[in-house]
């Protein structure tokens, strides 16, 4: 993402053409997701596709953690998600490759196994919603923690078109997984904690009265070591320090006190 900044890159063409590269392959990134779920939205009613749902509390339910982010219930369902997936994901993939790309499995699995362990017994979990949320609170959390340019710019806009996702993380409507929802979230922010790291930060904008604050300490070091004397560890003790070839040791005499 190219954000202007009284600091300009060197090359600020080779600068935008890497950010139109890195936008082009997030927005292919996330319509390819979106055309995954089309294709298994289409190929799911030829069958029961319960048995590939989170099944909350049943052992057989399991394996549903893996499949059930890619069923979904109705056209409207499929839409909601899909039009949250490319904006979050494209977001997301565009300010942080490589943090999204490594916490995605965190927030899949997440968004499944709070459906498992929270939900109702006999009910049936299913839908992207969980992802959508963990996108979310992971653009979120990374622009609290990071606090960089575009780090709170992308927390912002996230924000402004998703913030309803903070509150339903909790139960609000029935027949709505608000249990998914919360372990998306949760796997969203794990992920954001663990690999704030993981994309390099932009270049800080350096002020001048820094500049001015670190060339006096470079000249008041200087002048330390010009006129200060050195350390006590620094001067040889003098039973410890070898002698010159050429220096002789002198014998002082002392009078009696009797005479």
């Known amino acids: 993402m190219y954000l202007p900044s009284p600091h300009d890159p060197h090359d600020p063409e080779t600068q935008r053409a890497a950010d139109r590269r890195r936008l082009g392959a997030a927005l292919r990134g996330s319509i390819a997701f979106v055309l995954l779920l089309l294709i298994v ?16 509390g049943a052992v057989a339910g399991l394996p549903g953690i893996l499949s059930a982010p890619l069923l979904h219930g109705s056209p409207e369902h499929l839409v909601a998600n899909a039009s949250a997936l490319l904006i979050l994901g494209t977001l997301a993939l565009t300010v942080y490759p490589r943090a999204t ?21 006999g009910s049936f979990h299913l839908g992207a919603s969980g992802l959508t949320h963990g996108l979310m609170f992971l653009l979120f959390v990374l622009g609290l923690l990071r606090r960089d340019r575009p780090s709170i710019a992308a927390g912002m806009i996230a924000f402004l078109f998703y913030g309803g996702m903070l509150l339903t ?3 609000q409507e029935p027949g709505v997984s608000w249990q998914s929802h919360l372990g998306g979230a949760l796997g969203g ?7 704030r790291r993981s994309d390099p930060l932009p270049p800080q904008r350096r002020y ?12 008041a070091q200087a002048e330390r070591d010009t006129f200060e004397p050195g350390a006590p560890r620094d001067v040889p003790v003098l039973w410890q320090r070898e002698p010159r070839e050429d220096e002789r040791g002198v014998v002082l005499p002392f009078r009696r006190r009797d005479e």
């Open 169 to 171: 993380v909790l139960p």
């Open 189 to 195: 922010a794990l992920a954001a904690w663990l690999l």
């Open 41 to 56: 939205f289409g190929v799911q009613g030829l069958g029961d596709y319960r048995a590939f749902a989170v099944a909350a």
């Open 208 to 219: 001048s009265w820094e500049l001015e604050e670190e060339e006096a300490e470079r000249a």
């Open 101 to 121: 790309v490594r916490g995605l499995p965190l927030m899949w699995l997440g968004s499944g196994l709070g459906a498992w362990l929270l939900g109702d017994p």
